[in-house]
């Protein structure tokens, strides 16, 4: 099955640099790559998402870039802010075969001010 | 509108007891989903309903464990015989159709823990 790796495990910036998460998956099957933020003792929410046949997208100071090829996608965040701080995961889904999310195992960004 | 929302948040059980967790969706969302969180760890799929049909019960780790959603809407995640290794956040998420490419709306869980 399905199986993704995330990393860091955690990331320390200072505010106004930028973080970048990594994550690699191993379904060359999977097409649907989607990032949750979760503060702490709060649901995951959806903060952007990727499909296969993208290679990057960006909302705002966020982005996610996808290689296909090298089964892995990246998180992109520019000018930190110190509410940036949370744990993001992220996740791979086959569309075609299962609806089910597989996550990595999280990162924790804390921002400096 | 209303997010999906879990009942009790919090639930401390001794083990050996049986506990029901419940989950209202968003109104109309087809699809619902249960994922167990151990501290520090990402979600891990449970069960996939579509509708009133339990499609993928895959993630489910014992027999112990049992959902349902006989109306296609609330739904029931029961764990039977509690033991320790039980005890984590069980997360419910709800997507709008049956279609793949739909985000997941996130309960905020309920806690479990099992002494």
């Known amino acids: 099955g399905e199986n993704v790796e995330q990393h860091p495990s955690t990331l320390s910036v200072q505010e106004g640099d930028s973080a970048v998460i990594k994550c690699t998956y191993s379904?060359?099957?999977?097409?649907?790559f989607p990032w949750y933020k979760q503060e702490l003792g709060k649901r995951p929410q959806l903060i952007i998402d990727i499909r296969s046949n993208v290679g990057e997208k960006k909302d705002q100071r966020i982005a996610v870039t996808l290689n296909k090829t090298a089964k892995h996608f990246s998180l992109h965040i520019t000018e930190t802010q110190p509410e940036d701080s949370a744990v993001y995961f992220c996740a791979a889904s086959n569309t075609d075969s299962s609806y089910k999310l597989i996550f990595g195992s999280g990162t924790r960004l804390l921002v400096r001010p | 509108g209303a997010g999906v929302s879990q009942s009790p948040r919090y639930k401390v059980a001794k083990r050996g007891q049986d506990v029901a967790l419940r989950c209202d969706p968003i109104s109309g969302h087809v699809s619902l989903f249960w994922y167990q969180q151990a501290l520090g760890q990402g979600p891990e799929f449970l069960t996939y309903f579509q509708n009133e049909a339990q499609l993928d019960k895959s993630g489910l780790p014992s027999d112990r464990f049992f959902a349902e959603r006989p109306e296609g809407s609330v739904s029931t995640l029961k764990i039977q015989r509690t033991q320790q290794e039980d005890s984590a956040v069980y997360l419910c998420?709800?997507?709008?159709?049956?279609?793949?490419?739909?985000?997941?709306?996130f309960g905020p869980g309920t806690r479990l823990t099992v002494l």
């Open positions: 379904d060359s099957a999977s097409n649907y």
């Open positions: 998420a709800s997507s709008r159709t049956s279609g793949g490419y739909n985000e997941q709306f």
